[in-house]
């Protein structure tokens, strides 16, 4: 653990980073962060002087270190009790929630995003391709631009007021996406796999005003471990000092 400290704290500054270590019973599963940690929310009211809590969903396997991190935050952490995973969860700033309508997620009601998780609309896109999660198929840039690589899915897209923009879908591995990318701030971090259209996709990337960062994700992908978004959790946009 201090060798991490030292080393992200190298990147994000030293007193921007703590470190939890987590024991998990399927360690091959661990790197999701995504997946199977609970989705973070804004609260209507501070609960115990905290303006945000987390959503806790059934995650199959059974290693869900939700409880853990909730007191690690001291946050309150709210219930879904169906199965869902945080990679099939995307959202923009307002609150338009999209997700993959595959088998599982098809069983749970609207009101649970809309009263749960605080959507103001749920988009629920057809399954068409790859694992289902929808941080694979579509990436809110800003108020006014998404990117995805399903051209089905642009009409639904575009009927929510988003200039559509189409991303290449790599030509390798099979769960290799352009889609998985992580916004923070003004930057992009984008996964890239040795491809020819590897340049393509950052120029769409580019094309938005973003910094754009490529990160060689054909290790994770290929293994299938995701890439940059999957392996990551965002966390709402309060004082450090409520975080730490």
């Known amino acids: 653990l201090p060798q991490l400290k030292d080393h992200y704290g190298k990147l994000a500054g030293t007193g921007n980073v703590e470190v939890l270590g987590l024991s998990y019973s399927a360690s091959d599963r661990a790197i999701w962060a995504r997946d199977n940690t609970p989705i973070p929310v804004l609260l209507n009211s501070p609960i115990n002087g905290r303006n945000w809590g987390a959503v806790d969903a059934v995650y199959y396997g059974g290693d869900e270190p939700d409880l853990a991190l909730a007191k690690w935050f001291h946050i309150e952490l709210f219930k ?54 929808a941080d694979e198929r ?11 690589d399903t051209p089905s899915y642009v009409p639904q897209l575009s009927a929510l ?13 099979y769960y290799r996406t352009y889609v998985n990318a992580l916004s923070i701030n003004d930057r992009v971090f984008v996964p ?32 299938g471990n995701g890439s940059v978004h999957c392996i990551t959790m965002t966390y709402p946009k309060v004082d450090f000092s409520e975080l730490k």
């Open 161 to 173: 007021g988003y200039e559509v923009r189409t991303l290449p879908r790599p030509q390798g591995g």
């Open 80 to 133: 879904n009790m169906y199965q869902f995973e945080g990679g099939n969860f995307v959202t923009d700033s307002r609150g338009n929630c999209v997700t993959v309508n595959k088998s599982a997620t098809a069983q749970i009601p609207d009101t649970v995003f809309l009263n749960t998780y605080g959507c103001k609309q749920v988009i629920r896109l057809k399954h068409v391709a790859g694992i289902g999660h």
């Open 192 to 223: 890239v796999f040795g491809e020819e259209l590897d340049k393509e996709a950052l120029a769409v990337y580019e094309s938005t005003g973003k910094r754009v960062i490529p990160v060689n994700s054909e290790d994770l992908s290929d293994n």
């Open 138 to 148: 579509v990436k809110f840039i800003n108020e006014s631009v998404v990117l995805t």
